[in-house]
């Protein structure tokens, strides 16, 4: 399956054509929905859309010994918080649907 990217363009593009909203509504919704996912992660939130996923903040452990990969210098890496998704039982079923392509020999 070739991997195809979406952009933040392309969704307003699709919410625009599906709802006949102004282009500059529509971008200005999905921005605000964005930021409001973001701010809630940082206030250590967690962010349930029903049927779509689950987005929480997770503590990663550090390290002492990591590695820079571009360079090879060896470095610390403090304890830090990322962004994790889980996605819902919906998604999941909707993935399932998706072809598995052919091993290639």
């Given at each position: ?16 054509l599906e ?8 971008q200005t ?29 997770r503590l ?46």
């Amino acid at each position: 399956m070739e991997q195809k990217k979406v952009t933040k363009f392309d969704l307003v593009e699709s919410v625009y054509l599906e709802t006949n909203c102004e282009k500059k509504t529509v971008q200005t919704v999905l921005e605000s929905v964005l930021e409001n996912i973001k701010s809630s992660l940082k206030d250590g939130a967690t962010i349930e859309l029903r049927g779509f996923g689950t987005f929480e903040p997770r503590l990663r452990k550090g390290r002492s010994r990591a590695r820079n990969p571009k360079t090879g210098e060896e470095l610390s890496v403090a304890p830090h918080y990322v962004a994790a998704f889980r996605s819902g039982q919906e998604l999941k079923n909707a993935l399932w649907e998706l072809p598995v392509p052919a091993k290639k020999s």
